[in-house]
């Protein structure tokens, strides 16, 4: 037989099963109170009976509109439209089975009153008594209103990025009112061939005559040339959108020169190119990669107006990669360029009057100028700088050591 109990050990134990059982209670509330003053959603679920809410704190009352009471107890599909229970149920399952924490970035939750909320959700898998994957835990951060400030910030970005392709816009057409005479008269002249050749065949056609080949294909040439010329200037002021394509930088030299050619045969300027005859595409928007260019060669022209006896233009194309000394250095703008990135160079240089030290790094501001009142607006550069900043480039000015000026454009290398 047992012994009998002593009373007073009797009493000693319930006294000590109580302050156990006071104590556990005392935990409970205190890790309740903890969780409950936590600014996340919690909720915990038992995964051996079916999924079932142990642990349903304030936080995610307030989001779900749904009180302890009610969840504790329930599954999602008890809670929650079935589509959305499901999901959450599969991914429920998949943290179980795998014993694994997963991680969604972005979750939305509408409410009952049609509040749109986003989440961002963390559940993991936590083990039982047995050491076993039993309980999953599940973490929410409401994260609206960075969501909401994300968005405003990206619509922000559009609207700049729109309100510089305005300005790209504006600067173009005044561009093409600096071109308009010039394209004027290069079209004069094939016109007149065309005219010349009309002449000569008003007087009647023999089929015999041998200069009847030479007059046609002088014609058909004057035709090619002036189409040229319009085509050209038509594309140049066409406003669109960023349109990426292959083009080679040396041919777009070429082209641009043909677009300014009056004004540097009127400027007596000698134009040197020191081209790169294997030199890689570039991946630009062709219309504003001339607009760059003619924007350039004017300023370039302008600032030779006054430089005798020989103003000289002078064209370079190098390719290379970001961190070769691909030029001299000088005020540089644009965004910062991976070392080794494959780059071309494209170099304008003149020899007039240049641009003061103290301006350098003013060049590219907006409204910045050291023309006289009436030949710019001071616009120029800075859409300039804002085309290659479109085009993730760089673009670079100096000053050269016996006068004039050099501005560098970095692009990177079109993808093989």
């Known amino acids: 037989m047992n012994d009998p109990i002593d009373p007073a050990e009797g009493v000693a134990l319930e006294s000590r099963m109580k302050e156990v059982q006071e104590a556990f209670a005392h935990q409970k509330e205190f890790f309740r109170s903890v969780v409950d003053l936590l600014p996340v959603g919690v909720f915990c679920k038992d995964a051996e009976d079916g999924f079932r809410f142990i642990i349903w704190n304030r936080k995610n009352a307030e989001i779900t509109g749904t009180s302890e009471q009610q969840a504790i107890g329930k599954t999602d599909y008890d809670l929650f439209p079935e589509e959305v229970a499901s999901k959450y149920r599969a991914d429920d ?44 835990l599940g973490i929410s951060e409401d994260i609206t209103a960075r969501h909401l400030a994300e968005k405003r910030l990206e619509e922000a970005n559009e609207q700049l990025k729109e309100t510089q392709l305005q300005l790209i816009q504006m600067e173009k057409l005044e561009s093409v009112g600096r071109l308009a005479a010039g394209v004027a008269h290069e079209v004069k002249n094939p016109l007149a061939l065309i005219l010349m050749g009309v002449e000569y065949l008003t007087g009647g056609i023999d089929p015999d005559d041998e200069n009847l080949p030479g007059v046609i294909d002088e014609i058909r040439r004057a035709v090619h040339r002036a189409d040229k010329i319009v085509r050209g200037l038509v594309d140049f002021s066409s406003d669109r959108e960023l349109n990426l394509q292959r083009v080679s930088a040396n041919a777009e030299l ?91 160079m494209t170099e304008i240089s003149d020899n007039g009057v240049g641009i003061p030290e103290d301006a350098l790094n003013k060049a590219f501001d907006p409204f910045y100028t050291t023309k006289p009142t009436g030949l710019g607006t001071g616009l120029g550069l800075t859409v300039v700088q804002k085309i290659i900043e479109l085009h993730e480039g760089q673009i670079e000015i100096r000053r050269n050591q016996r006068g004039g000026t050099t501005v560098t454009i970095l692009l990177k290398q079109a993808c093989p």
């Open 93 to 136: 399952e998949q943290v179980m089975a795998q014993n694994t924490e997963l991680e969604i970035p972005s979750e939305d939750f509408v409410s009952e009153e049609m509040n749109r909320s986003v989440f961002h959700t963390r559940k993991a898998a936590i083990p039982g008594p047995d050491g076993k994957p039993r309980y999953l």
């Open 254 to 344: 070429e082209h641009t020169l043909l677009m300014v050619r009056h004004e540097l045969t009127k400027a007596s300027i000698t134009v040197e190119k020191d081209f790169d005859e294997n030199l890689p595409d570039v991946q630009v928007d062709r219309t504003k990669f001339e607009q760059v260019l003619v924007n350039l060669l004017i300023n370039a022209i302008h600032a030779m107006e006054s430089v005798s006896p020989r103003p000289v233009l002078r064209l370079r194309t190098r390719q290379g990669a970001a961190g070769d000394p691909l030029s001299d250095g000088g005020s540089r703008m644009g965004p910062a360029l991976r070392k080794g990135t494959p780059l071309v």
